[in-house]
T-cell receptor
Framework: KQEVTQIPAALSVPEGENLVLNCSFT??????LQWFRQDPGKGLTSLLL?????REQTSGRLNASLDKSSGRSTLYIAASQPGDSATYLC????????????FGKGTRLSVIA | DTAVSQTPKYLVTQMGNDKSIKCEQN?????MYWYKQDSKKFLKIMFS???????INETVPNRFSPKSPDKAHLNLHINSLELGDSAVYFC?????????????FGAGTRLSVL
């Protein structure tokens, strides 16, 4: 059964720093991996999706990498801003059929001005 | 225009009551999901429907009954509500076989059982 782990559980950094969030999964047979952002009391916003055949995806200051064989993904945030403060969730989709996402417990990021 | 919309946004009710949460997507997707986010913020799949047919049913009590009248709607009915049902429920949709297969989420329904 797929399990997704995210470390650290919480992270606090000063504004302007570059940072890396980590995600690991136990079953490497995935269809894709998705990074989400969740603001307090709000829904999920999809940030980046990496297909199993891809190594990385970039969107603005965000860069996500995928090493499927080792079951790892990282989300790199450059030049962090207070507006980046949120919980970041990693989720993987299995390779068979229209399987649902399996989520990690998230990393709660605080960017201090 | 909201892609995945859930109603209500907040739901406060007494133990033992029956309640429904509605979900609609206007993305033309053929697959819809219900997830539950517990007090520890952990998101877990409950149900998945593809073209109105149930394809995933995790170990959810049978007090929870999803209903999909058409591909654009997946409603969740909960009977005999219990304190442990308090959580945030998220609806999502995706297109099976789509190039990206991204799941889009609604804003969530915060259910509080008193």
């Amino acid at each position: 059964k797929q399990e997704v782990t995210q470390i650290p559980a919480a992270l606090s950094v000063p504004e302007g720093e570059n940072l890396v969030l980590n995600c690991s999964f136990t079953d490497s047979a995935i269809y894709n991996l998705q990074w989400f952002r969740q603001d307090p009391g709000k829904g999920l916003t999809s940030l980046l999706l990496i297909q199993s055949s891809q190594r990385e995806q970039t969107s603005g200051r965000l860069n996500a990498s995928l090493d499927k064989s080792s079951g790892r993904s990282t989300l790199y945030i450059a030049a962090s801003q207070p507006g980046d403060s949120a919980t970041y969730l990693c989720a993987v989709r299995g390779s068979s059929g229209n399987t649902p996402l399996v989520f990690g417990k998230g990393t709660r990021l605080s960017v201090i001005a | 225009d909201t892609a995945v919309s859930q109603t209500p946004k907040y739901l406060v009710t007494q133990m033992g009551n029956d309640k429904s949460i509605k979900c609609e997507q206007n993305l033309g997707h053929d697959t819809m999901y219900w997830y539950k986010q517990d007090s520890k913020k952990f998101l877990k799949i409950m149900f998945s429907y593809n073209n109105k047919e149930l394809i995933i049913n995790e170990t959810v009590p049978n007090r929870f009954s999803p209903k999909s009248p058409d591909k654009a709607h997946l409603n969740l009915h909960i009977n005999s509500l219990e304190l442990g049902d308090s959580a945030v429920y998220f609806c999502a949709s995706s297109q099976f076989g789509g190039a990206l297969n991204i799941q889009y989420f609604g804003a969530g329904t915060r259910l509080s059982v008193l």
